[in-house]
């Protein structure tokens, strides 16, 4: 059984931030350093993580810096992709962004993984830029 829940307590969040250890700084070379940033510890931060059958295979975050909703650090361990957890990883965060009240979310998609995003109705716009040594695009969605 899949589950998305926002993470509430201090064990959650250490299991969010273990999957996104291992697919951010383990997969993909991410620096440690730049991984986390002030936004995890922040009170405007929503962090979400999915679970299934019990195990953390899944997380994302929303944060709400200068009347932005951003949609962040979206990760899904390898052996849990192709089954739309990352999909339902996005709605989540669009429902809870709504719930908060802004009628938008942005987000810095990997230049790889664009057309996810603009299934999920994500457009980009902007020039391309690296972040962390990976290529991005900035996207945006209406809510």
């Known amino acids: 059984m899949t589950e998305i829940i926002v993470a509430a ?23 440690a350093d730049m991984e986390y940033d002030a936004l995890d510890d922040a ?31 979206l990760a899904v361990l390898p052996r849990a992709r192709g089954a739309g957890l990352g999909a339902e990883l996005v ?13 938008a979310v942005e987000l810095h998609a990997q230049v790889p993984v664009l057309e996810f995003y603009r299934a999920l109705g994500y457009t980009a716009h902007g020039e391309e830029f690296e972040e962390a040594g990976i290529p991005h695009v900035e996207m945006r969605k209406e809510l």
């Open 91 to 103: 709605r989540a965060v669009e429902q809870r962004a709504r719930e908060r009240g802004f009628t």
């Open 9 to 31: 307590t201090v064990a959650e969040r250490a299991a969010g931030f273990a999957v996104r250890e291992q697919v951010f700084i383990g997969e993909q070379g991410v620096p």
């Open 43 to 73: 009170d405007s931060t929503d962090h979400f993580l999915a679970r299934v059958g019990g195990e953390a295979v899944g997380a994302a975050r929303l944060t709400a810096e200068g009347g932005t909703a951003a949609l962040g650090r």
